[in-house]
């Protein structure tokens, strides 16, 4: 059974930062593109960042220059640095693996950015 479990979200000032994490239980961590995406109250969900198994890193434009994603084989884990954080960065943050046909969710973890 995968899990993928977020952590690190929480509450916030306007220009603050959060690093969100999350740890993934499959199997050859190395071989998954891992991702962020984020759902607003209302909205869609949207993709925030994504980092491929080579390490190749990019970003929603929205959030590039502020936003940076990592990731930590040995660890099974990637992060999110969240800086310069405004309102409208408050989502539910949910991390994504995928790898071929496996595509596994977290639960998700709640930031909320006070104005």
């Known amino acids: 059974q995968v899990q993928v479990v977020e952590s690190g979200g929480g509450l916030v000032q306007a220009g603050g930062s959060l690093r969100l994490s999350c740890a993934a239980s499959?199997?050859?961590?190395?071989?998954?593109?891992m991702g962020w995406y984020r759902q607003a109250p209302g909205k869609q969900r949207e993709w925030v960042a994504r980092?491929?198994?080579?390490?190749?890193?990019n970003y929603a434009d929205s959030v590039k220059g502020r936003f940076t994603i990592s990731r930590d084989n040995a660890k099974r884990t990637v992060y999110l640095q969240m800086n310069s954080l405004k309102p409208e960065d408050t989502a539910i943050y949910y991390c994504?693996?995928?790898?071929?046909?496996?595509?596994?969710w977290g639960q998700g973890t709640q930031v909320t950015v006070s104005s």
């Open positions: 980092v491929t198994s080579g390490g190749f890193k």
């Open positions: 499959v199997s050859i961590f190395s071989a998954y593109a």
């Open positions: 994504n693996a995928v790898r071929g046909y496996g595509d596994y």
